[in-house]
């Protein structure tokens, strides 16, 4: 039961009619007087340390495609986040991220866990960061933080709120107010953007992570079929906005200046629709875009619009924009569609472990379950990964909207926690690099204990490689650091309550796949992988 006549009972009744009914958390003293009383109907996930609850609730909110409520222990608790906080703004996930502060009464002379600037701290990384100035202001506090969090361009916000605001009394019932989640786009904008599509000759679409955060992905199919273009995703994309297998797929553009310039080559008009222009790393120098060739973007985000070096832009929703654009444009005729990647048979290689990472991706393609989702934490195999296990539908593919490691392993555990909240029975396949599997461990903890139909391919190479390959890039030998001699991860993950296996080779890897599968709850299989150094040009 809730407090009656407080701030608490206030709030609580407000969580509960915004659906905010789930929460994450790894609870501290400052916490203790909001979690006191907790009611039924209220869901309460544990983690064993902040980066991975907040990164938890990232990929639940993602799933779900609704905001997410993280309880933080004060400064300290804060900083731990902090990383996967990055991540999730830059993914415009909507968390509702609260944090403990001390008393009022003792603020002034900076007490124990007082955090004395707690809303400059997760600056930038928040749209908005607030610690209300009466305890009576905490449930319009919360408020605010929903409609801030949920409008376009989505994103998490922060609120730090004293201990003994919690069991002063309430003015009443907050005020529940609804806000737009969609931005129309400017109709005469979008006429010119339409005209100048429809005199393109040879053009080019870009679909990028709003596209499928927008549910817009069969709209954006339409629309690349209406236009008979090739279809690229953009770099390192968090999520996946277009079937990887489709005739029209040529791929995700590269990462650097030099690189995009020459994939954009023979293109008199490139549209951007729900990405960045363009997202680059590292700096290989050369023109943004070829001589001749022109750049319309459509995104959500006015930060994207802002900073993109070329074209023109327009602001809108994702959907909205792709089933105007499909009414809108015109086509010629004639125009045929060009041909996709190149995929011919290739025959599944029979190999000993240490595996070569197409061979890991190349066998568990014969059993990974179609509806499954994969989350990608193994930047170097991605390429290795498109091939042998394209993405063909929507929410079906998360990776970090950052580029620190750390998030994937929770992500999963919040993605598998979201599809049992919306009533969806499917495994997440995680593949997950040797050294990112370190940086968020406690959270398969979690996953043991809600029993998540999760398996974590971790491929053990025994190295960071793409960071071995920066290093070539940079020009930079003998950096430090690099190797990770000594992993028990088949131990670490018993400890944490999971199931686990380490793999001798291909067609062991395929029975205990499938073993993972059959299993109640998650499993850790351990591929021991031979290391390989990705291309970043």
Avoid at 274 to 279: P, S
């Amino acid at each position: 039961m809730t407090r009656a006549g407080t701030v608490h009972q206030a709030t609580y009744d407000l969580l509960r009619t915004l659906g905010l009914t789930t929460l994450f958390g790894n609870p501290g003293s400052t916490e203790q007087t909001f979690l006191q009383d907790f009611p039924d109907d209220f869901t309460y996930v544990l983690g064993l340390q902040e980066a991975s609850v907040l990164a938890m609730a990232d990929g639940f909110a993602q799933c779900t495609g609704k905001p997410a409520l993280v309880n933080l222990h004060t400064a300290a608790g804060t900083g731990n986040a902090m990383g996967s906080l990055v991540a999730a703004y830059r993914a415009n996930t909507p968390l509702i991220v609260t944090a403990g502060q001390q008393t009022r009464e003792m603020s002034l002379c900076d007490p124990y866990l007082n955090n004395p600037e707690a809303t400059v701290m997760p600056q930038p990384w928040v749209k908005w960061a607030y610690e209300p100035a009466r305890a009576e202001d905490v449930p319009a506090a919360f408020m605010r933080a929903y409609a801030v969090a949920t409008q376009p361009p989505a994103g998490p916000v922060f609120l730090s709120i004293p201990l003994d605001d919690w069991n002063a009394q309430a003015l009443g019932p907050a005020v529940v107010r609804t806000v737009s989640h969609r931005v129309q786009p400017d109709a005469e904008r979008l006429r010119e953007f339409a005209a100048r599509i429809s005199r393109a000759e040879r053009p080019l679409l870009v679909l990028g992570p709003e596209v499928d955060r927008a549910g817009a992905w069969d709209a954006g199919i339409a629309f690349a079929e209406k236009l008979c273009a090739p279809v690229r995703g953009s770099a390192l994309s968090d999520r996946c906005s277009f079937p990887e297998d489709h005739p029209l797929y040529a791929g995700p553009l590269p990462l650097t200046i030099a690189g995009v310039c020459d994939a954009l080559t023979g293109y008199d008009l490139v549209i951007v629709i729900g990405a960045q222009v363009f997202r680059y790393y590292p700096f290989v120098p050369g023109d943004y875009v070829p001589e001749g060739t022109e750049v319309l973007q459509i995104t959500a985000d006015p930060h994207l619009a802002a900073t993109a070096p070329v074209g023109d832009s327009l602001l809108g929703d994702m959907g909205t924009v792709l089933e105007q654009l499909q009414h809108l444009v015109e086509v010629p005729d004639d125009r045929k569609a060009p041909p996709g990647l190149s995929r011919g048979s290739v025959d599944l290689p029979v190999a000993s472990a240490p595996l070569l990472p197409n061979d890991v991706y190349a066998a568990l393609s014969t059993v990974k379950p179609e509806d499954a989702a994969v989350v990608m934490e193994s930047t170097s195999t991605l390429a290795d990964l498109i091939k042998w296990w394209p993405t063909r539908r929507p929410g079906s593919f998360f990776a970090t909207g950052s580029g620190g490691i750390g998030w994937g392993v929770p992500a999963a555990v919040g993605i598998a926690l979201g599809d049992r909240a919306r009533g969806v029975n499917r495994t997440i396949v995680a593949s997950i690099g040797d050294g990112s599997f370190q940086y968020s461990i406690q959270a398969i903890w979690t996953a043991a204990q809600h029993k998540l139909p999760i398996v974590f391919v971790v491929q053990r190479n025994g190295e960071y490689a793409v960071l071995k390959s920066f290093a070539l890039l940079e020009k930079t030998p003998n950096v430090p650091g690099m190797d990770l001699p000594g992993l028990d991860i088949a131990s670490l993950a018993a400890g944490f309550g999971c199931r686990t296996a380490t793999v001798e080779g291909t067609e062991d890897l395929v029975q205990k796949f499938k073993a993972a599968l059959a299993a109640e709850g998650p499993t850790v299989l351990v591929v021991p992988t031979q290391p390989q150094l990705p291309f970043l040009g």
